[in-house]
């Protein structure tokens, strides 16, 4: 099997309109026509998951079903139903559930020596049960020191990451996150408005850029951080790889911290937005992405 006989869906999510986001499906699909490949890009809005006679089945308009799919989404349960017709899904559902979530991507690298921010992950709450009682938090508060660092477990871009000064804001934080998923970080102040983005693609580096911000605590560009290119050290390369790796991650971007004694991993992002880097380096990362994507499929 070669690139010219293969067919791919490029799944994307049907109610997220917004221009970044198709504009990223349409620099995919580019970069997968190049290498001959018949890429269509499908929302998730098209497909109808179900099981018939307790089997995995799937309604959709397409002719046929592709050789293989690049999920672009976070819709598990597709993903999954996709893997279980027998469809080769990069990333796999598995691997995008747990980069999903902070809490998730940081218990899943526990005890595999990867060095890390100290984290603490809250007490569960349910739904409509609101936190009555704040010592645990008051205790994790005096662990960490202040400032400490609050992420809601679902969020992109640097969104949904908080910088807490003190003891009463972190109350209030708390109060306000209500049943929320959250870890609680330690912060690094060698790393305050600045990071490192390395995109790995099959156990290799193929991109890298840092991230500075003058007026943010987050180096996100999406909160108005500022990119240049970057060659990865050793044990900055090697830990983004060795991240990947654990994690199962066909392709990630690895986001790293400056840490007083080497990088320190801050995130995996299993999608990753990929024009940013591109517009910063001049790397195509999708181009290795359907390298990749082509010899694993065809070695199946």
């Not at 010592?135 to 969020?155: C, H, M, R, S, T």
Request: one cysteine or more; proline letters at 4%.
């Amino acid at each position: 099997m070669n690139s010219s006989t293969l067919s791919c869906w490029i799944v994307v999510n049907g109610y997220l309109q917004h221009e970044k986001f198709s504009d990223l499906a349409l620099f995919v699909k580019e970069a997968a026509e190049r290498k001959g490949i018949a890429a269509s890009i499908v929302r998730n809005s098209e497909l109808i998951v179900s099981l018939a006679n307790s089997s995995a089945a799937l309604i959709h308009n397409r002719n046929s079903l592709p050789d293989f799919v690049l999920f672009l989404d976070k819709d598990i349960h597709l993903a999954r139903q996709l893997e279980l017709l027998g469809l080769p899904v990069y990333n796999r559902s598995e691997a995008i559930d747990i980069c999903d979530s902070k809490a998730k991507t940081h218990q899943a690298l526990a005890n595999h020596a990867i060095p890390m921010p100290k984290t603490f992950f809250p007490p569960f709450t349910y739904e409509g049960i609101e936190r009555q009682h704040f010592d645990a938090f008051i205790n994790i508060g005096q662990a960490l020191d202040y400032p400490l660092v609050v992420k809601e477990a679902y969020g992109s871009f640097g969104q949904q990451v908080y910088l807490i000064e003190t003891e009463s804001e972190l109350i209030e934080l708390v109060k306000k996150l209500k049943h929320k998923p959250f870890i609680l970080q330690e912060f690094i102040e060698n790393s305050r408005g600045r990071d490192i983005r390395i995109n790995v693609v099959g156990n290799k580096v193929v991109a890298a850029m840092k991230r500075t911000s003058k007026h943010d605590f987050r180096a996100n560009m999406t909160n108005g951080g500022q990119s240049a290119p970057y060659t990865p050290t050793k044990a900055e390369a090697e830990l983004a790889i060795t991240a990947a790796r654990i994690l199962d991650v066909d392709f990630a971007g690895v986001d790293l911290l400056y840490g007083e004694d080497g990088p320190l991993l801050c995130e995996v992002n299993s999608n990753s937005h990929l024009l940013n880097i591109y517009e910063c380096t001049g790397i195509n990362i999708a181009d290795a992405m359907f390298d990749y994507m082509i010899q694993r499929t065809s070695n199946q």
